[in-house]
């Protein structure tokens, strides 16, 4: 069975904290992400990275970096986090291929910063 | 920008009703791929259905069907003989660039679907 994790369901910050956000995939897949899910937004993506040490800039990387050391793990880090940051954070991973193909998610950490 | 458009922030119907989401995007592309992706409570999101824009044929998964209307732009997903476990949020994305082979989707707003017993 595929399995995407996240370090924490929920987590409070205080503002200019800095805050990691982990995820791990057990599924041996080449592409991960990350996505902040808001109120009538949809999801956004972040960041993704498509091999260790790899990684690309999504829609909205402002406050964000991302680090893949391993190719299982893929860590979102919130410089000095922001009232706006507060968000659910969802982690997604997926195989490399050219065709169709699906991503796989994980359970989401709602942040708070406060 | 590519854009999708979920239009009905909100959806409630009777169990065992058939119930229409509704999905439009704007791209210049002419191949790419569609998914509906469905959010069940404090639950992790999972692939409903997939679509190949390069097919004619609505795809089917067993209760879940789509309604593919590349010239218009369309994108809806019928739930058939809806179940109360098909409460949840349902998100339509799009597969509009890759790079390096990973892909950039872009969802659309969401909608909130409750299926009354």
């Known amino acids: 069975d595929v399995k995407v994790t996240q370090s924490s369901r929920y987590l409070v910050k205080r503002t200019g904290e800095k805050v990691f956000l982990e995820c791990v995939q057990d599924?041996?897949?080449?592409?991960m992400f990350w996505y902040r899910q808001d109120p009538g937004l949809g999801l956004r993506l972040i960041y993704f990275?498509?091999?260790?040490?790899?990684?690309e800039k999504g829609d909205i990387p402002e406050g964000y970096s991302v680090s893949r050391e391993k190719k299982e793990r893929f860590s979102l880090i919130l410089e000095s986090a922001s009232t706006n940051q507060t968000s659910m954070y969802l982690c997604?991973?997926?195989?490399?291929?050219?065709?169709?193909?699906?991503?796989?998610f994980g359970p989401g950490t709602r942040l708070t910063v406060t | 920008a590519q854009t999708v458009t979920q239009s009905q922030p909100e959806m409630s119907v009777q169990e065992a009703e058939t119930v229409t989401l509704s999905c439009t995007y704007d791209?210049?592309?002419?191949?790419?791929?569609l998914f509906w992706y469905k959010q069940p409570p404090s639950r992790q999101m999972i692939l409903v259905i997939r679509?190949?824009?390069?097919?004619?044929q609505n795809a089917t998964e067993n209760r879940f069907s789509v309604n593919f209307q590349k010239a218009a732009k369309s994108f809806s997903l019928k739930i058939s003989d809806s179940q109360l476990g098909d409460t949840a949020m349902y998100f339509c994305?799009?597969?509009?660039?890759?790079?390096?082979?990973?892909?950039?989707?872009?969802f659309g707003q969401g909608t909130r679907l409750t299926i009354n017993p």
């Open positions: 990275s498509y091999d260790v040490k790899m990684k």
């Open positions: 679509q190949e824009a390069y097919k004619q």
């Open positions: 997604a991973s997926s195989l490399l291929t050219s065709g169709s193909y699906e991503q796989y």
């Open positions: 791209t210049s592309e002419n191949n790419y791929y």
């Open positions: 994305a799009f597969d509009f660039n890759r790079y390096q082979g990973a892909q950039k989707l872009v």
């Open positions: 599924m041996d897949h080449e592409n």
